[in-house]
């Protein structure tokens, strides 16, 4: 592993906070502006878990953009955690880029996002994402209005998926990092653990085959991570549900919906892991994973937010 660069005289180092609401396309967009898969994707709303960093070197420029669960009105104790999670990064950002889907515009949740940006004096972006297929019209009016409820620094229409605006938004936030020494190495690209990767890509799978509120129910935790000499890796991971329904649900007919999750996680973490995988799940049932500290604490997420 090469060292950090650490003449503070030449180097830049900052950090991004997105933040938006839950599906607004935050970790896309941080997945594009790192050009690599290090948070998952999902259609449904409340993907993202945790906090999660990414880093991007331009030139002599870190910048590291901390991903962050979807901002919405807390009911239970994770939602709690993930919103404390997302506001915690807050404080340190060199600038704060307050994604907002321009297809769903204004709702409960971004009228949230900005009322808590006010205790906040970092620099803020207002980020449109979703732009594609969009009349003009409608989104100057969508820009004008946001900026008249928040001092936005500046306005960038994008679309994480295709990429339209992005290299723009990636300039104006390389020209925002302060000069310093890099905070990562130069050859890491997330600070997310492979053990808990490889959990979050199970789960990624699971919430795009799986329908209704059951993905809010589930978790899944990597077991064991044993490397052969070959180069390949055997992972075995729980899948947790709260219910013997919600098993059953999970398991499929004949066990066909765990097969089909499990096959696509295997091969998407070959390929991102770059090394043969055999990977096993397993489904239990725990009545009460969603309050159970050690999950929190394996997630880097306050208990008791
Ligand atoms: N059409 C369109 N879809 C997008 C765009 N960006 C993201 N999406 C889709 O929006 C959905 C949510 O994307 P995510 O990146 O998981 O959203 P998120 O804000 O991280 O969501 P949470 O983690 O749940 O808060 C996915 O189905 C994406 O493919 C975009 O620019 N255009
Ligand atoms: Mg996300």
Redesign the pocket.
């Known amino acids: 592993m090469s060292k950090p660069n650490q003449d503070a005289a030449v180097t830049r180092c900052g950090i991004v906070l997105v933040l938006g609401a839950p599906n607004a396309g935050?970790?896309t967009l941080v997945n594009r502006l790192v050009g690599a898969k290090v948070?998952i994707?999902s259609p449904k709303v409340q993907?993202?878990r945790t906090r999660v960093r990414a880093i991007a070197i331009h030139g002599e420029t870190q910048v590291i953009y901390t991903?962050t669960p979807?901002i919405f009105a807390p009911k239970r104790r994770l939602d709690r955690a993930m919103v404390d999670a997302a506001w915690g990064g807050a404080a340190d950002a060199d600038v704060i880029a307050v994604m907002v889907d321009a297809k769903r515009g204004i709702d409960r949740d971004v009228e949230r996002i900005i009322a808590g940006l006010e205790m906040y004096k970092n620099p803020a972006a207002l980020v449109l994402n979703k732009v594609d297929g969009l009349r003009r019209e409608l989104l100057l009016t969508l820009t004008e209005t946001l900026n008249s409820l928040s001092k936005f620094d500046a306005t960038f229409m994008v679309s994480a998926l295709n990429g339209s605006g992005v290299d723009a938004l990636e300039a104006y936030f390389k020209g925002l990092m302060p000069t310093g020494p890099w905070l990562f190495p130069d050859d890491e690209i997330s600070d997310l653990p492979q053990r808990l990767f490889a959990a979050e890509v199970t789960r990624e799978k699971a919430y795009t085959k799986l329908h209704q509120e059951l993905p809010y129910s589930l978790s899944v935790e990597t077991e064991s991570w044993e490397e052969f000499d070959n180069g390949g890796v055997r992972i075995e991971q729980n899948l947790t549900v709260a219910r013997e329904t919600q098993k059953g649900i999970v398991l499929g007919k004949g066990g066909q919906m765990i097969k089909r999750i499990r096959a696509e996680a295997q091969e998407e973490l070959a390929e991102l892991l770059e090394r043969p995988v055999h990977l096993f799940v397993r489904v239990r049932v725990r009545e009460k994973w969603a309050d159970d500290p050690g999950h929190f604490r394996d997630w880097g997420l306050r208990f008791d937010a």
Do not use: A, H, N, R
């Open positions: 935050k970790s948070t994707v993907t993202t991903d979807g």
